[in-house]
């Protein structure tokens, strides 16, 4: 059963780290605005050089938002069934089953609202919001951003997505252990979707998640 901390009870635990003079490096206006930053830290006696890949202004530390869309009806036996969809990403140069997320635009009322916004988008599926689990830092070490992550509970297929301009390779409903499988081949390893998928596993309700009846 799920304590009663709240999530900003939980965001609070991280407490915050040396606060650096960041200089700008670089910058590019696309996809929201890009900065590449540099900071110099003394520790111990030596200086090292730290580098931090900013999106957005530095107030606008949340920059992403993904779902974890779960399924449980007739279909499948009635085991409860994770969403994912493949995506080629040309930057590692792989393919990958990931949670469906994206980008959190200035125009979306919350990330809750973004991250159903983006399944819809990549998958046109259509989910009801279960809960908002917290937020996660993809990549400590270079990145600002954090990517907030909500669980969602299907609720019917509206539309596939747009063939002209496809967002994702394909969408597929996995079981636990067949997500446990992509895992452990390899086909799953982004850090966003290990991230979003231990959330979920931490802070699942023990209720089941349903679809409503469309009687």
Do not use: K
Request: charge should be negative.
């Amino acid at each position: 059963m799920r304590d009663s901390t709240t999530n900003d009870d939980w965001q609070r635990t991280s407490p915050p780290s040396e606060q650096l003079d960041w200089d700008t490096l670089w910058t590019d206006e696309r996809h929201g605005g890009w900065q590449v930053e540099a900071a110099t830290r003394e520790t111990d006696g030596w200086t090292r050089t730290n580098l931090r890949l900013q999106l957005g202004d530095e107030d606008r530390r949340l920059t992403g938002a993904a779902c974890v869309c779960i399924r449980r009806d007739g279909a499948g036996g009635g085991e409860a069934r994770v969403l994912l969809v493949d995506q080629e990403r040309p930057a590692p140069g792989v393919r990958l089953w990931e949670i469906p997320r994206g980008m959190v635009d200035p125009g979306d009322a919350s990330p809750a609202r973004a991250a159903l916004r983006e399944l819809g988008e990549e998958t046109g599926m259509v989910a009801s919001l279960e809960a908002e689990l917290g937020e996660i830092y993809p990549d400590t070490g270079v990145f600002a951003g954090s990517v907030a992550v909500v669980l969602a509970g299907f609720v019917r297929e509206e539309g596939s997505q747009d063939d002209e301009e496809p967002e994702v390779e394909a969408t597929r409903w996995f079981t636990r252990a067949q997500v446990r499988e992509l895992i452990a081949t390899g086909r799953l390893r982004d850090g966003i979707s290990l991230g979003a998928l231990a959330l979920a596993d931490v802070w699942r309700e023990d209720a089941a998640v349903t679809a409503p009846s469309s009687g």
